[in-house]
């Protein structure tokens, strides 16, 4: 699979830059108590094809972002019941969710 194949869209929600907020946070208090520098590692949401394994979305972010991935976690979404003005029920497509953690220093920067 091509990486443009693996890798389908990011996701920038409000959701997703506070719980990267929180997590600078975090890791500011950590150092603060230790007493020493705070390791911020950047997170990206993607949307990968449900097919693709850790391995798969590993190396399409390096290829297609130039960055060092450091860790790579995945999930499956199911697809919600949805209605449309009428008694029947339908679903949303589901969609698979990874969540790439990047070695320190990396930075992706989305325009």
Do not use: Y
């Not at 830059?17 to 705070?38: I, P």
């Amino acid at each position: 699979m091509s990486p443009f194949d693996v890798i389908k869209t990011v996701r920038l929600t409000e959701k997703v830059m506070a719980v990267q907020e929180r997590c600078d946070e975090m890791a500011e208090l950590s150092a603060k108590k230790k007493g020493t520098k705070a390791v911020i590692r950047q997170q990206v949401h993607l949307v990968a094809n449900s097919i693709a394994d850790k391995n798969d979305i590993r190396r399409a972010v390096e290829i297609l972002f130039k960055v060092k991935v450091d860790r790579v976690n995945t999930m499956n979404v199911n697809g919600r019941l949805r209605r449309k003005r009428t008694r029947h029920e339908g679903r949303t497509a589901r969609w698979k969710k990874a969540i790439v953690t990047l070695k320190e220093g990396d930075q992706i920067t989305l325009t």
